[in-house]
Nanobody
């Protein structure tokens, strides 16, 4: 499967901000970029924030009020604005997309929040 292209990770201090982006390949007709999951070492991958084809969002309680997902369907791209970052947000963030019964994943981008 063709992987999604994601970027925007990096290292920031607590309270800082980052903006992640995820672009789907043009070669896959009808693909929908849903959003992000994250995984810290030794932990299971968890939902961060996703958006459905209809525009409904689903997010982790831990990021409520701090993270905002948006999308540009024409560009097949989704964005995750992350504000007020906390050390607990440190993880590899994986973009996810779907088409029919197939899942597509980005390679992951590392977000490190530390002082």
């Amino acid at each position: 499967q063709v992987q999604l292209v994601e970027s925007g990770g990096g290292s920031v201090q607590p309270g800082g901000s980052l903006r992640l982006s995820c672009a789907a390949p043009i070669s896959i007709v009808g693909i929908h970029v849903k959003g992000w999951y994250r995984q810290a070492p030794g932990k299971q991958r968890e939902l961060v924030e996703i958006i459905s084809r209809s525009g409904n969002t689903n997010y982790a309680e831990s990021v409520k009020g701090r993270f905002t997902i948006s999308r540009d369907n024409a560009k097949r791209t989704a964005y995750l604005q992350m504000n007020s970052l906390k050390p607990e947000d440190t993880a590899v963030y994986y973009c996810n997309a779907e088409r029919l019964d197939m899942d597509y994943w980005g390679k992951g981008t590392l977000v490190t929040v530390s002082s």
